[in-house]
């Protein structure tokens, strides 16, 4: 049975942090690549990073380069995102994604085949 867990979502002012958490089970976690989307109210989900399975290539949006960080922890099943400098266009739910195919676009939402149910995210100015 798999199971995709996030947390660490929660209210936080502009410039703040979160670090959000993403455990994974029933599925070989280290066979897969990882992604953080969100999705804000009225808008398409869209991708915010992705790792690749052992964590040697990283990718991220041009909207949060330079302020969010992608790791992960094979050996706990664990997927992080370190936001930092937060904006309140970061507002949205944040899911945590899996796939084991390559060759479309990280972002490609039906690329990946298991997701979180998600954890919001709210910056205030």
């Known amino acids: 049975q798999v199971q995709v867990v996030e947390s660490g979502g929660g209210l936080v002012q502009a410039g703040g942090s979160l670090r959000l958490s993403c455990t994974a089970s029933?599925?070989?976690?280290?066979?897969?690549?990882m992604a953080w989307f969100r999705q804000a109210p009225g808008k398409e989900r869209e991708g915010v990073s992705c790792i690749t399975w052992g964590g040697a290539t990283t990718y991220y949006a041009d909207s949060v380069k330079g302020r969010f960080t992608i790791s992960r922890d094979n050996d706990k099943n664990t997927l992080y995102l370190q936001m930092n400098t937060l904006k309140p266009e970061d507002t949205g739910m944040y899911y945590c994604?899996?796939?084991?195919?390559?060759?479309?676009?990280?972002?490609?939402?039906?690329?990946?085949?298991?997701w979180g149910q998600g954890t919001q995210v709210t910056v205030s100015s």
């Open positions: 994604a899996a796939r084991l195919r390559v060759g479309p676009p990280w972002t490609d939402v039906g690329s990946y085949s298991y």
């Open positions: 029933g599925f070989p976690f280290d066979d897969y690549a």
